[in-house]
């Protein structure tokens, strides 16, 4: 459904419900529609709605979120709901609450978000505002790169585009070696530093901006890349232990160096129709387990059945 077809926006106008539309594409956010429901509920015209923009959404005075929170909220591609104070007079004189629920195209990139927008009395008892979808959480706390749950949601992506344009593509599984060893020498702060300092040298060995590196759980880390032929994947897996090793971390009680090292996994597929990311992701986990049944601190690669 295209938000440029004139029978859409009938729809939109003619629903009960306060509805405007927000194009997310644009770093400014703008109101690009409000129908008239919105229009009676805020006793204003639409146009000036369109023209004030979120501030006109949201009042004079928000509560809950300012703008930059809200397009903090935009970014993150969730769906949320807020509640707002509105000064002028009117039915909805006093505050409303505004869900945000975010659209996106058939490649699953956000496009835009439509709001609904409802009247809450002056009586009402405050509750949590209930949120559809549960935010992703974009970063892992420990290592500042991507929460495992958000990159497997931009990998789903990635995937489905490569798939549809016949690229190839490659999923790096990570695992430090003898992290456990480690910790029980120098202490769990001290392993902490560790894991955020591989974090820091696998994610500088990333080819480009597009591709993605997240911390799956411990001293795991998960990557994925496209555009690359099996053995440039495998010299580019061979790259990122290379880098760690690099550190120069002292790790007395590793059974495979008197440095920090990891065991790498590396996965490389041109997927077909029914292809799935599952597919990449077991074959990681097959290649990280060979990599460390050979003896840790190298790489091994796994080439899925492709359909």
């Not at 059974?255 to 799935?276: K, N």
């Not at 990681?284 to 796994?302: C, F, Q, W, Y």
């Amino acid at each position: 459904m295209s938000l440029s077809s004139s029978l859409t926006l009938a729809l939109l106008d003619h629903l009960p419900d306060a509805i405007a539309v927000i194009d997310a594409r644009r770093p400014e956010y703008p109101v690009i529609f409000a129908n008239g429901a919105l229009e009676q509920l805020r006793q204003r015209g639409r146009a000036d709605l369109v023209q004030e923009g979120l501030g006109g959404l949201l009042g004079v005075h928000g509560t809950g979120a300012g703008l930059g929170e809200l397009r903090q909220r935009f970014e993150r591609a969730e769906s949320f709901t807020i509640r707002a104070a509105i000064r002028e007079a009117g039915p909805a004189a006093g505050r409303i609450d505004v869900r945000f629920e975010p659209m996106r195209d058939e490649e699953g990139v956000l496009t835009h978000y439509v709001s609904f927008h409802q009247p809450v009395g002056e009586q009402a008892t405050p509750e949590p505002a209930p949120t559809v979808r549960a935010p992703l959480q974009r970063d892992d706390r420990l290592t500042g790169l991507r929460h495992s749950e958000y990159f497997h949601e931009l990998m789903r992506r990635d995937f489905a585009i490569a798939q549809r344009e016949g690229k190839s593509l490659t999923l790096y599984l990570a695992d430090i070696d003898a992290l456990d060893r480690y910790n029980v020498t120098f202490g769990r702060l001290a392993g902490d530093s560790v894991i955020r300092r591989v974090g820091r040298a696998l994610s500088a060995g990333l080819r480009r901006a597009s591709d993605l590196i997240a911390r799956l759980e411990g001293g795991r880390f998960i990557g994925f890349s496209t555009g690359m032929d099996l053995e440039q994947a495998r010299r580019h897996g061979e790259g990122l232990a290379a880098r760690v090793r690099e550190l120069h971390m002292h790790h007395p009680h590793s059974p495979v160096a008197r440095v920090v090292t990891v065991s790498v996994g590396v996965a490389h597929l041109t997927p077909g129709p029914q292809s799935t990311p599952e597919q990449l992701i077991a074959a990681g986990h097959v290649a990280l387990e060979s990599a460390r049944a050979a003896g840790r601190n190298r790489v091994a690669v796994e080439e899925p059945p492709a359909d």
